[in-house]
């Protein structure tokens, strides 16, 4: 089971519009089962990403991550969108 964290400043608004777009993608391409999305403030991300596959963040990536971790902000603006899905199907290979 993937381990995916998505992080927004008060894991309330944004990381929710982003963990629904995600799970239809990962869905989208066969992904339906084998991953759990966490939402988390971005405060709590950089701890939480030692038990996680990938990081998904809609604010600046501050710090060092333990796993792959990208701006969401794509999922929100279409700007760079297939650019990010690509690294997330690679990361969570």
């Keep these: 089971m993937k381990r995916i964290i998505v992080a927004c400043q008060g894991a309330v608004a944004t990381s929710t519009i982003v963990k629904s777009k995600l799970k239809n993608f990962l869905d989208e391409n ?8 966490v939402q988390c403030k971005v405060s709590e991300a ?3 990403s030692r038990n996680a596959d990938l990081c998904l963040e809609t ?3 501050v710090g ?3 796993c792959p971790t ?7 603006t279409k700007r760079g969108l297939p650019e990010l899905k690509e690294k997330i199907l690679e990361a969570l290979k």
């Design 70 to 76: 990208y701006s969401a902000v794509p999922f929100l």
């Design 59 to 61: 604010t600046q990536i």
């Design 64 to 66: 060092e991550f333990f």
């Design 46 to 48: 950089q701890a939480k």
């Design 30 to 37: 066969g992904l339906e089962g084998q991953y759990e999305i």
